[in-house]
């Protein structure tokens, strides 16, 4: 016999909005999940049916844009309305949470508009009809009951009352807290193209990164890529052309460290997350030139290519015509570098993951934009990867970024 279909609350940060859906999809995915999702455009709450709770605690178990989940008990537009359904919430199922040998607590939350926490206790007595019997607990309670005033997305244009308001349960905290303990503030080793612990998560997210997997990533730089993936159990390899940021010895990205120390490397990140042993390995190589055995395949490649504004596009190769490095020289030959055009990185970025990706495997890299000449038809492609999710970060008024995630959908032709 299936469950009853129950309707819960997803409340989302506030941040990188134009993620959203594509990482809770690519969540529900992963785990075959399958919910139904009542969302409006832009506003930090969907209403979403599901039949079994462990579903709604398995995604927020992996979602950082997600702060919490509750089993909705009353919403309603008009406060009146709310108490009254409150009132006709079924007591065996309140009973289930709120008992007298269980401690509870009754958190508030406003969306646009600021309280005093006197005020917010006065809204909280106003629940003083439920029968709340255990004993009051304001850290680690076993029941948290939350209500939520939402008083629209216009800070300039705030209304007296709200426009919505909910009470309910909470089910399941998301992954906000995971944004501090991968905080790149206090990570051993960066450079200066680190990408910040959310973004890194979204993108283990979006790859469908899972306990075992095998993850890539070219452009490795200083690891930051490898550091979420490996958090979710994924075996990390990467590459990257930079000899010197793979020995973590390039200038200091921080402005109060003189000289890099011996913390500076990627193994000494993954040892500061106790996550040494998904570490396999990072290799100094030019993409342009892949090394890898034809049968080499990988689940994920997550990756965010050189963009020429901070770090150099370069691969190997000489402008001058019929070079020839002699046998006696070779040992000591020190190639040149070329540059490593943005296009040519792309299409050499698809051709690779086409032919190492597992099949259904997943490409998660960035792909920079001026924010005026963006049309989809640039959108890198190929004919073995299809485009699953495109998110934009805006990063200057002309500028932006956005994150591609293709998944391999057959093997390309010898
Ligand atoms: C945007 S950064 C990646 C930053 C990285 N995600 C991190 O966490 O530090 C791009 C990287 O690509 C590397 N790169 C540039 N050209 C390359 C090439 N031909 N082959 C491999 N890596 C290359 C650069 O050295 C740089 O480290």
């Known amino acids: 016999m299936s469950e009853k279909p129950i309707v819960y609350l997803f409340w989302f940060a506030h941040e990188h909005l134009d993620f959203r859906r594509a990482e809770i999809n690519s969540i529900l995915e992963m785990y075959n999940i399958n919910i139904q999702i009542n969302a409006q455009k832009d506003y930090p709450y969907w209403l979403v049916t599901a039949t079994s709770e462990d579903a709604i605690k398995k995604v927020a178990n992996r979602a950082v844009s997600l702060r919490f989940c509750l089993e909705l008990w009353a919403s309603s537009e008009k406060l009146q309305d709310l108490h009254n359904g409150l009132r006709l919430y079924p007591l065996e199922k309140i009973r289930k949470h709120i008992t007298k040998d269980k401690s509870f607590k009754v958190s508030i939350e406003t969306f646009c508009k600021h309280f005093s926490q006197a005020e917010k206790i006065k809204k909280i007595e106003s629940f003083s009809y439920l029968p709340l019997e255990g ?42 807290e995971l944004i501090q303990k991968l905080s790149l503030k206090n990570r051993n080793f960066i450079g200066n193209t680190s990408m910040d612990a959310q973004l890194s998560i979204i993108m283990a997210n979006q790859a469908n990164v899972k306990s075992s997997d095998l993850v890539l990533d070219p452009f490795v730089g200083s690891g930051s890529l490898l550091v ?11 590459t990257d052309i930079d000899f010197l940021m793979l020995h973590g010895r390039t200038r200091p990205t921080r402005i109060t460290q003189k000289v890099r120390g011996k913390d500076d490397s990627i193994i000494a990140n993954m040892n500061q997350y106790e996550l040494t042993s998904y570490h396999l390995d990072v290799l100094v190589s030019d993409f342009s030139r892949p090394m890898w055995h034809s049968n080499f395949r990988v689940d994920a490649i997550i990756t965010d290519p050189p963009y020429g504004i901070r770090e150099s596009t370069e691969r190997i190769g000489t402008t001058k015509k019929n070079l020839i490095v002699d046998a006696k020289q070779m040992s000591v030959h020190i190639p040149s570098k070329i540059n490593y055009e943005l296009p040519q990185i792309f299409k050499d970025l698809l051709i690779f993951s086409a032919r190492h990706l597992k099949l259904n495997g997943r490409l998660v890299c960035w792909f920079p934009f001026f924010r005026d000449q963006y049309s989809e038809d640039q959108l890198p492609s190929h004919p073995c990867l299809q485009i699953l999710a495109n998110c934009e970060q805006t990063l200057s008024n002309y500028t932006s970024r956005r994150l591609l995630t293709y998944v391999k959908i057959k093997e390309p032709e010898v």
């Open 135 to 176: 004993p009051v607990k304001l850290k680690n309670p076993d029941t948290t009951l939350c209500y939520i005033e939402f008083y629209g997305l216009k800070p300039n244009n705030i209304p007296d009352e709200p426009y919505m308001y909910f009470f309910g349960r909470l089910v399941a905290n998301g992954q906000r």
């Open 228 to 238: 979420a993936a490996a958090y979710f159990g994924g075996y990390t390899l990467g």
